[in-house]
């Protein structure tokens, strides 16, 4: 019998499940609790396994309960070394002492097992290591690879500057590390749902000119951040309904879009600007409001109305910042 070992941020389960009871009729539930889930699968379940729903954010072979290290050794195979502990639910108090207490103990009975650092590379096999205050570990391996976090517990973590108005800065950063997006000085991106303007302030500071286009405020200091070139934020004052395409540069690198849009609506209103850039257009960051079943159930028809915009790699995560949103990557 083999399992499927996937975690997932607090409170998004029933939508992981609901992808994987659809999709993937071989996966049986098996084991929920908030932040991890596994599934019984009719074939055996390899450390390559497929990502069963864009909610996972760790997705291994599972090897089972452990109450100590030396069980969490004998379950894991020798090659998995890079170590990966982090917890369930990482809100939980205690959860942080957790970890540490798991590191210290798996260390100490067979130190030279795991490589230093926690960063996995390419192809490399992880031990993930999933805590929680007062229960058994669950184990599980996974090869590290594209669409995959190489931090522990699929984090990816970044700095956000006190200034930075909202955590809108650490949404679009963290969209940069998971696809690793070539975002340069001296490139143009627009972004429809700017304000207040963390992603913004994000790009600024990376020397990337960024056209806002939204009818609600730009945070002031925002618009008066210089970056690296000259780079400045301009304002729209409009919707992405309202905003006429001349209004737009003609030239854009990067296509952002954060609003409060169906996603069926947003993807109309961005088919009519889209075209203008498409020869110069690296790559499109997209929130895509999951607010309801019906729009979770949609992502296939969301998916192929981004491929049609002109996009061939067409990516869909769920970042540490999204809420009840997935965050769609498309590059040419
Ligand atoms: C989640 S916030 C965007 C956060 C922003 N990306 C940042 O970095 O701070 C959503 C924004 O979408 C804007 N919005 C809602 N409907 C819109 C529309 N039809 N066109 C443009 N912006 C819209 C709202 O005014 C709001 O500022």
């Given at each position: ?56 954010r ?6 089972g ?17 890079r ?26 009975v067979?130190?030279?097992r ?99 286009v ?13 970056g ?16 006429r ?51 979770r ?22 970042l ?13």
């Open positions: 019998m083999s399992f499927v070992l996937v975690t997932c941020q607090p409170g998004v389960e029933a939508a992981l499940k609901d992808d994987v009871a659809r999709d993937r009729p071989g996966l049986r539930l098996a084991f929920s609790r908030p932040g991890v889930v596994t599934f019984k699968s009719d074939d055996e379940v390899s450390a390559e396994v497929e990502r069963p729903s864009p909610w996972a760790v997705w291994a072979r599972s090897l309960r452990a109450v100590d290290a030396e069980a969490a050794l004998a379950a894991l195979p020798a090659d998995a070394r170590l990966h502990v982090f917890a369930r639910d990482p809100e939980t108090a205690g959860a942080a002492d957790a970890i540490a207490a798991a590191v210290a103990a798996l260390r100490a067979d130190d030279a795991f490589a230093p650092g926690v960063v996995a590379e390419a192809g490399e096999l992880c031990a993930d290591v999933v805590v929680a205050p007062g229960e058994p570990w669950l184990v599980g391996v996974h090869r590290h690879g594209r669409g995959r976090s190489p931090h522990p517990g699929g984090a990816l973590p970044v700095e956000v500057p006190p200034d930075a108005p909202s955590r809108a800065y650490a949404k679009l950063e963290e969209a940069i590390a998971w696809a690793g997006l070539a975002v340069a000085a001296g490139q143009v991106a627009v972004e429809i749902g700017s304000a207040p303007g963390g992603a913004a302030h994000a790009l600024v500071r990376r020397g990337v000119e960024v056209w806002g939204d009818p609600g405020q730009m945070d002031p200091a925002v618009l008066a951040l210089v690296p070139g000259g780079a400045r934020v301009h304002h729209l004052a409009e919707t992405l309904a309202s905003v395409w001349e209004a737009l540069p003609r030239a854009v690198d990067w296509l952002l879009a954060d609003v409060n849009l169906a996603p069926p609506v947003l993807l109309h209103g961005l088919a009519r600007l889209v075209p203008a850039w498409r020869r110069r257009l690296r790559g499109a960051v997209l929130t895509l409001k999951m607010n309801d079943v019906a729009m159930r949609g992502v296939p028809t969301w998916l192929a109305r981004v491929a049609a915009l002109g996009f061939t790699d067409v990516q869909l995560t769920h540490p910042s999204n809420r009840q949103e997935l965050c769609v990557i498309a590059r040419p």
